[in-house]
């Protein structure tokens, strides 16, 4: 069984900056594909960037620019960068990891993503 926590959320002022992480625990192996994914009251929830084993990255266009995601192999960590914040980016947000046996490309699909972390809220007051 993999689990994912996330921390870092809170509140923050318009223009600023949070960092948010991703503890994963994995039985076996490494997850291939790593995600952030949003999910704002009354929206759906959609994939804010992706992160490959082999370190090639994807963000959704209302985010590139400002925020990066990384990953800390030695401590099984992801991590989120946010910077420049906007009140748009309101949201709880969740890290996601891709089973074992997942072979697709990685992509900022929820159902691609079998593990997800409980979520942590960001809020960007203007």
């Known amino acids: 069984q993999v689990e994912l926590v996330e921390s870092g959320g809170g509140s923050v002022q318009a223009g600023g900056s949070l960092r948010l992480s991703c503890v994963v625990s994995?039985?076996?192996?490494?997850?291939?594909?790593m995600a952030w994914f949003r999910q704002a009251p009354g929206k759906e929830r959609e994939g804010v960037a992706t992160?490959?084993?082999?370190?090639?990255?994807h963000y959704a266009d209302s985010v590139k620019g400002r925020f990066t995601i990384s990953r800390d192999s030695a401590e099984n960590t992801l991590y989120l960068q946010m910077n420049s914040l906007k009140p748009e980016d309101v949201a709880v947000y969740y890290c996601a990891a891709t089973s074992s046996w997942f072979s697709g490309q990685c992509n900022a699909v929820s159902a691609t993503y079998t593990f997800w972390g409980r979520g942590t809220q960001v809020t960007v007051s203007s």
């Open positions: 992160l490959d084993s082999d370190g090639s990255t």
């Open positions: 994995a039985v076996t192996g490494s997850r291939r594909c």
